[in-house]
């Protein structure tokens, strides 16, 4: 496998909405998930660069979309390309309002989205898939989205019982062969490299389709 580098990343800006992003036309690619799942820890593994996208124990405070940008390179081809954090759920401590505000947040980025080269919706290795994980996913196929179910974590449960938890967790989603689930470790750097190299011909196949 060639390796695939992400070069220059810089955070870009912190949205309370979708609304007039301001963004040039690069090619997406958007972390979704509950709070507390792994998606800045993914983040900054993919960008090798800890403490690029903020990481947290106390989950659920920010309900911001968080845009990075970089360069995925592959030998003498760059790409550049954006990394959007998205906000989490699932946090019982959230008010309310806060917790009322987030479909309509991801609604807003997902629609009549062109942009997204791949969609990272991230399930903890050790949890059954919540009903909201179920609706994450769910609203990303109503719009048509390019999903990658990524399990995170892998790292928190031996070797030999994660065939158990991915075949539960693809039963769980109704995705028939649980190889099609990305599984990372950001700790580890498990299966990130194999990660980054679908993300590259992704953000290739995109790239000139938005150069309008
Ligand atoms: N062991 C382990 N811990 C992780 C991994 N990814 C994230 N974490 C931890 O899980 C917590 C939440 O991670 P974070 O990336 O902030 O989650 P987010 O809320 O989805 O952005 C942090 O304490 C991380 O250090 C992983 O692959 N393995
Ligand atoms: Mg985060």
Not at 6 to 13: A, S
Not at 134 to 149: G, Q, R, S, T, Y
Not at 151 to 172: E, H
Request: charged share 25%.
């Amino acid at each position: 496998m060639q390796k695939i580098l992400v070069k220059n990343p810089e955070f870009l800006k912190s949205l309370p909405s979708w609304k007039s992003p301001g963004l040039p036309p690069l090619p997406e690619i958007c972390a979704a998930g509950r709070s507390n799942v792994g998606k800045s820890s993914l983040l900054n593994a993919l960008v090798q660069r800890t403490g690029l996208a903020k990481t947290s124990s106390t989950p659920g405070r920010t309900q911001s979309i968080v845009v990075f940008k970089g360069e995925l390179c592959r030998e003498e081809v760059s790409l550049p390309f954006h990394l959007i954090d998205l906000p989490g759920y699932g946090y019982a401590k959230v008010s309310k309002s806060i917790r009322e505000e987030w479909r309509p947040m991801m609604e807003g980025y997902f629609r009549g989205n062109r942009k997204l080269a791949a969609c990272l919706a991230l399930l903890d290795i050790r949890r059954k898939p919540s009903d909201e994980d179920l609706e994450l996913m769910e609203m990303m196929a109503e719009h048509d989205l390019p999903v990658l179910p990524v399990v995170t974590k892998a790292d928190k449960i031996p070797k030999t019982q994660r065939l158990k938890s991915l075949r539960d967790i693809a039963s769980a989603l109704g995705v028939e062969d649980h190889r099609d689930l990305w599984v990372v470790s950001a700790v580890e750097r498990t299966g990130v490299d194999e990660l980054m190299s679908e993300l590259f011909d992704l953000v290739q196949a995109k790239a000139p389709t938005l150069t309008a």
